[in-house]
């Protein structure tokens, strides 16, 4: 690791003017490529405090042994230089982005005598028209098939034109009428020409002239009697607005424009595109990009600007570009944009009507493209294999981590506060083993005070089912100084960890205090069918929730968080677990008792697990908490009944009206409810009596008091007001 300070330039030798500069390693390969409107400004930023530096930008500088520069006379210079060296040096430390896949164009080779229509990928070609790019290629061929009969440009490779042409006789497409057949001189080379001219000018948009001009000939032939001349028309014209159809109309103005849309994470980044001529969606494309310098979101769109018009030149330029954020100065990038077309482009974000619509379309295909990524970056067995790996060995693990387990907290203002506990077996989640908690041992916000609580249910019943098999006792015997160590005798297992029912679905009661955290929505788990179980099972054949300790715990937070976890590990005697914190600020990893964090490198495959598991167990949380806090807003008087259910409720409301009416109502009426027995009766009178009535509802909009029927048919949904 180089130190800055040995390859930093001296006073005054930076000059303060616009330019490009390289940063080179020690082998003299070029790692970074940036532009700057003060080549002094900049470059000296670099060279401060390596504390002050973003981690990226740290690992960069550290990396690096010189830096060199070249002086230009504009910024728009700067641009072009800069991305000139980057497609040339290929450097490590820029965000480059790469195709999802290689994204097939329609072409028309008008370079040649004879030009053909024909499907293109790669690199784009001099004196072709191209048309796109498209999502896939059996789209580009439906469309031609369906221009061809209005269009019978040649689609055939040079190889069967010149063997036709030899033989004298046409191909298959030739006989049926989808070819000019020049191979055989059915038509000269300038009317093939001007054939493809005026396919190359409807793919563009200019649709309406030949379409009018098709339907009056349409007429005309009708007219003369000449049906069958007329019949043929009228499935040309057809054909022509099938293929209109396959491009619908987005914009109404007739706009030549491109969309670029980007989804990002702290890690990674997805751009989207779309291009729209002639008011119509012509083609589409992705690309994705691991984050390696510190950049913001329209670090990222000039970036991908560079990349989409760095080889463009002419009409390939639209007119409008619409983007998220516009890069700062957005004077050079415009200049240049209209450089290379040739005249002014439009760089502005949308901000009403069809533009900014269809700008919502093209984002949400962008987090698509993001998350499909995500997805088929960790369904990859090797992948995943090298991320325990890797995680081992930052943390000093004796073995992988097999099985992962995360905790957060959430609240809403200090109210509601719950924590999530999410587990991730050989790096996949393992959905049937999530556990959501109450925190119960106090009121208010304290997360660290929080995370200790639910850590410490989770091991507590842990060591409760290790001692129900007579695991803990040979484990503890001799050990009667060690935290959490119980007495054979102890039929709790471990102290003020109460029993309960095992079913699943079961949720925590008030008075059960260290009751871990149960499954939700049944025995189904949180979002699908059960995986299997995992771990150990009871004598009924369910799984032991929590018989099967994880190899790491990972908490979201920084140094106060682990050190609550720890503490709470300690306390209960469990050595043998791993504990660690990821800090969303900096993605950084905290160990216990360590000063500093240890920083994955930005490639790692060992961050990008913790990153997803870390933001499961939020996501987790997060749902948890609002679903408790929307349950919450709907709570009446009858919900506090004991042993009355949802069904008897509604019949309850349903019978009287109002809970004002059922509220007045003697034991005797209530029994007369279809299902409610005198015992439930006198529950429910004796809980509405010591509730306080509720508040007569006011009409704001009169003054006038609304009677309470009214709001009992309204309660009679669910909740009821107090």
Same mark, same amino acid.
């Given at each position: 690791?180089?130190?800055?300070?040995?390859?930093?330039p001296?006073?005054?030798?930076?000059?303060?003017?616009?330019g490009?500069?390289?940063?080179?390693?020690?082998?003299?390969?070029?790692?970074?490529?940036?532009?700057?409107?003060?080549?002094?400004?900049?470059?000296?930023?670099?060279?401060?405090?390596l504390?002050n530096?973003?981690?990226?930008?740290?690992?960069?500088?550290?990396t690096?042994?010189?830096?060199?520069?070249?002086?230009?006379?504009?910024?728009?210079?700067?641009?072009q230089?800069?991305?000139?060296?980057?497609k040339?040096?290929d450097p490590?430390?820029?965000?480059k982005?790469?195709?999802?896949?290689s994204?097939?164009?329609?072409?028309?080779t008008?370079?040649?005598?004879?030009p053909?229509v024909q499907?293109?990928?790669?690199?784009?070609?001099?004196?072709?028209?191209?048309?796109? +790019?498209?999502?896939?290629?059996?789209?580009?061929?439906?469309?031609?098939?369906?221009?061809?009969r209005?269009?019978?440009?040649?689609? =055939?490779?040079?190889g069967v034109?010149?063997?036709?042409a030899?033989i004298?006789?046409?191909c298959?497409?030739?006989?049926i009428?989808? =070819?000019?057949?020049? =191979?055989?001189?059915?038509?000269?080379?300038?009317?093939?020409?001007?054939?493809?001219?005026?396919? =190359?000018?409807?793919?563009?948009?200019?649709?309406?002239t030949?379409l009018r001009?098709l339907?009056e000939?349409?007429?005309?032939?009708?007219?003369?009697?000449?049906?069958?001349?007329a019949?043929?028309?009228?499935?040309?014209?057809?054909?022509?607005?099938?293929?209109?159809?396959?491009?619908?109309?987005?914009?109404?103005?007739?706009t030549?424009?491109?969309?670029?849309?980007?989804a990002?994470?702290?890690?990674?980044?997805?751009v989207?595109?779309?291009?729209?001529?002639?008011?119509?969606?012509?083609?589409?494309r992705?690309?994705?990009?691991?984050?390696?310098?510190?950049?913001?979101?329209?670090g990222?769109?000039?970036h991908?600007?560079?990349?989409?018009?760095g080889?463009?030149?002419?009409?390939?330029?639209?007119?409008?570009?619409?983007?998220?954020?516009?890069p700062?100065?957005?004077?050079?990038?415009?200049?240049?944009?209209?450089?290379?077309?040739?005249?002014?482009?439009?760089?502005?974000?949308?901000?009403r009507?069809?533009k900014?619509?269809?700008?919502e379309?093209v984002?949400?295909?962008a987090?698509?493209?993001?998350?499909?990524?995500?997805?088929?970056?960790?369904?990859?067995?090797t992948?995943?294999?090298?991320?325990?790996?890797?995680?081992?060995?930052a943390?000093?693990?004796?073995?992988?981590?097999?099985?992962?387990e995360?905790?957060?907290?959430?609240?809403?203002?200090?109210?509601?506060?719950?924590?999530?506990?999410?587990?991730?077996?050989?790096g996949?989640p393992?959905?049937?083993?999530?556990?959501?908690?109450?925190?119960?041992s106090?009121?208010?916000?304290?997360?660290?005070?929080?995370?200790?609580?639910?850590?410490?249910?989770?091991?507590?019943?842990?060591?409760?089912?290790?001692?129900k098999?007579?695991?803990?006792?040979?484990?503890a015997?001799?050990?009667?100084?060690?935290p959490?160590?119980?007495?054979?005798?102890?039929?709790?297992?471990?102290?003020?960890?109460?029993?309960?029912?095992?079913? +699943?679905g079961?949720?925590?009661?008030?008075?059960?205090?260290?009751?871990?955290?149960?499954?939700?929505?049944?025995?189904d788990?949180?979002?699908?069918?059960?995986?299997?179980?995992?771990?150990?099972?009871?004598?009924?054949?369910?799984?032991?929730?929590?018989a099967?300790?994880?190899?790491?715990?990972?908490?979201?937070?920084?140094?106060?968080?682990?050190?609550?976890?720890?503490?709470?590990?300690?306390?209960?005697?469990?050595?043998?677990v791993?504990?660690?914190?990821?800090?969303?600020?900096?993605?950084e990893?905290?160990l216990?008792?360590?000063?500093?964090p240890?920083?994955?490198?930005?490639?790692?495959?060992?961050?990008?697990?913790?990153?997803?598991?870390?933001?499961?167990a939020?996501?987790?949380?997060?749902?948890?908490?609002?679903?408790?806090?929307?349950?919450?807003?709907?709570?009446?008087?009858?919900?506090?009944v +004991?042993?009355?259910?949802?069904?008897?409720k509604?019949?309850?409301?349903?019978?009287?009206?109002?809970?004002?009416?059922?509220?007045?109502?003697?034991?005797?009426?209530?029994?007369?409810?279809?299902?409610?027995?005198?015992?439930t009766?006198?529950?429910?009178a004796?809980?509405?009596?010591?509730?306080?009535?509720a508040?007569?509802?006011?009409?704001?909009?009169?003054?006038?008091?609304?009677?309470?029927?009214?709001a009992?048919?309204?309660?009679?949904?669910?909740?009821?007001?107090?």
């Open positions: 690791m180089a130190d800055p300070s040995s390859y930093r001296k006073p005054g030798q930076i000059p303060d003017s616009p490009v500069y390289k940063f080179r390693d020690e082998h003299g390969r070029v790692i970074y490529v940036g532009k700057a409107k003060s080549l002094r400004q900049r470059l000296s930023s670099y060279f401060q405090d504390a530096l973003h981690p990226r930008t740290r690992t960069m500088v550290t690096a042994a010189a830096v060199e520069w070249t002086v230009v006379s504009t910024e728009v210079e700067a641009l230089l800069e991305y000139s060296w980057i040339e040096f490590r430390f820029n965000v982005y790469r195709d999802d896949k994204y097939p164009s329609l072409a028309v008008l370079n040649e005598e004879f053909r499907v293109m990928r790669g690199a784009k070609k001099k004196g072709v028209r191209y048309f796109g +790019p498209y999502a896939h290629a059996w789209a580009i061929r439906e469309t031609v098939d369906l221009m061809l209005v269009f019978p440009v040649r689609t =055939c490779s040079a034109f010149k063997r036709s030899q004298g006789r046409p298959l497409l030739g006989y009428g989808k =070819c000019s057949a020049p =191979c055989v001189g059915r038509v000269t080379a300038e009317e093939h020409r001007q054939l493809a001219e005026e396919f =190359c000018d409807f793919m563009a948009g200019r649709t309406g030949y001009r339907e000939r349409m007429h005309e032939a009708a007219e003369e009697m000449e049906y069958e001349k019949a043929r028309l009228r499935d040309d014209i057809g054909a022509l607005k099938r293929a209109m159809e396959k491009n619908a109309v987005v914009l109404a103005d007739a030549d424009a491109d969309l670029i849309a980007v990002e994470d702290e890690l990674e980044a997805a989207q595109i779309f291009h729209v001529r002639g008011g119509r969606v012509r083609g589409q992705g690309w994705v990009t691991d984050k390696v310098e510190a950049v913001d979101t329209a990222l769109v000039e991908a600007l560079q990349q989409l018009y080889e463009e030149r002419g009409d390939a330029v639209p007119k409008e570009v619409l983007v998220p954020a516009v700062e100065p957005a004077e050079p990038v415009t200049q240049w944009l209209a450089e290379r077309r040739g005249s002014r482009v439009d760089l502005r974000i949308p901000q009507g069809d900014k619509d269809l700008m379309t984002q949400r295909n987090q698509q493209a993001l998350a499909l990524h995500k997805t088929r970056r960790a369904s990859d067995l992948t995943r294999s090298r991320a325990l790996e890797e995680i081992a060995e943390l000093g693990l004796d073995s992988a981590p097999l099985r992962v995360c905790f957060d907290i959430s609240h809403l203002q200090g109210d509601d506060v719950v924590a999530s506990m999410v587990v991730f077996e050989d996949l393992r959905k049937s083993e999530y556990r959501r908690f109450q925190i119960k106090f009121a208010g916000q304290d997360d660290v005070r929080s995370m200790h609580e639910v850590v410490s249910r989770r091991f507590r019943r842990y060591l409760q089912e290790k001692q098999t007579g695991e803990w006792q040979e484990e015997a001799g050990a009667s100084g060690v959490g160590a119980v007495e054979a005798s102890e039929p709790a297992g471990v102290p003020g960890v109460a029993e309960t029912s095992g079913a +699943p079961a949720v925590e009661t008030p008075g059960s205090t260290g009751t871990a955290g149960q499954p939700i929505d049944g025995p788990g949180p979002d699908g069918p059960d995986q299997g179980p995992s771990g150990p099972i009871d004598e009924e054949g369910r799984p032991k929730r929590f099967y300790p994880p190899q790491l715990v990972v908490v979201d937070g920084g140094k106060p968080q682990v050190a609550a976890a720890k503490r709470a590990l300690d306390e209960l005697g469990v050595d043998d791993a504990v660690c914190g990821l800090a969303k600020r900096l993605e990893v905290w216990p008792d360590e000063e500093d240890v920083v994955l490198p930005r490639s790692s495959e060992g961050l990008y697990l913790l990153q997803r598991v870390r933001d499961e939020h996501r987790f949380a997060i749902t948890y908490q609002r679903s408790k806090r929307a349950k919450s807003l709907k709570t009446g008087p009858l919900d506090t +004991p042993g009355l259910g949802d069904s008897r509604q019949a309850l409301l349903k019978h009287f009206g109002s809970v004002k009416r059922l509220r007045a109502a003697t034991v005797e009426q209530i029994c007369e409810v279809p299902g409610v027995g005198r015992k009766a006198e529950t429910v004796a809980a509405l009596a010591g509730a306080a009535p508040a007569p509802a006011v009409n704001t909009a009169t003054g006038e008091i609304i009677e309470d029927e009214a009992g048919a309204a309660s009679s949904n669910g909740g009821t007001r107090p």
